[in-house]
C-alpha cells in the first residue's frame, strides 16, 4: 500500500491546492486536516480558537491527523500541525512529508489575495507581513524537522507538483531526504 503524503508549511504555503492536485496526479484521494476537523466539529477555526483557546484548537488538531490519515491518500494539514512533538513524529512514521517553502512576501501576497477570514484567525493581531515573518521564524525549524523533502512553493501549483512527481515515486512514497 502506499504511505500517506503529508503537506506541511504556514498558511498560504498552497497546501489544499497542490494537494488536490497531487492527490489527482497520483489518483489517491485528498483529505485535509481543517476541512476534517471543522466537518467533524461543526465549528469554525475561529469559533474553536473563541471557544476553547489555540491549546482546544490544537488538541482537536491533533485527533483530526491520526482520524483522517489513510494509506494511499496526500494529507494537507494545518499551518501549525508541526507544534506538537506528537502530530511531527507521526508523520514522519507514517508516511512521506513534504514542506512547502515560500517566501514571507509570497505567503502575504497570497493571504492578501485570498482572504479566508473564517478559517485563518490572526495568531499574533498584526499586519499579515509582520505575521507571517514572526509565525515562519518560529516555526521553520519545525517544519524543516518534520519535512523529508523541502519544496519550493513559489512555484505555479503545476510546477510543485511535477517537481514532488520527480521526488516521490508514483508506486509508493519514499523516505529518502532530500
Known sequence: ?????????????????????????????????DHWLLSTSGMSVAEIVEQEGWDGFRQRESQALKSATQPGAVVATGGGIILRDENREFMREQGVVLYLRASVDTLTHRLEAFPDEGQRPTLTGKTITDEISEVLAAREALYQQSAHHFIDASLSPSEIVADILQRIPASGASKAAS
Open 1 to 33: 500500500m502506499t504511505q500517506p503524503i503529508f503537506l506541511v508549511g504556514p498558511r498560504g504555503s498552497g497546501k489544499t491546492t497542490i494537494g488536490q492536485a497531487l492527490a489527482q496526479a497520483l489518483g489517491l484521494q485528498f483529505i485535509d486536516t
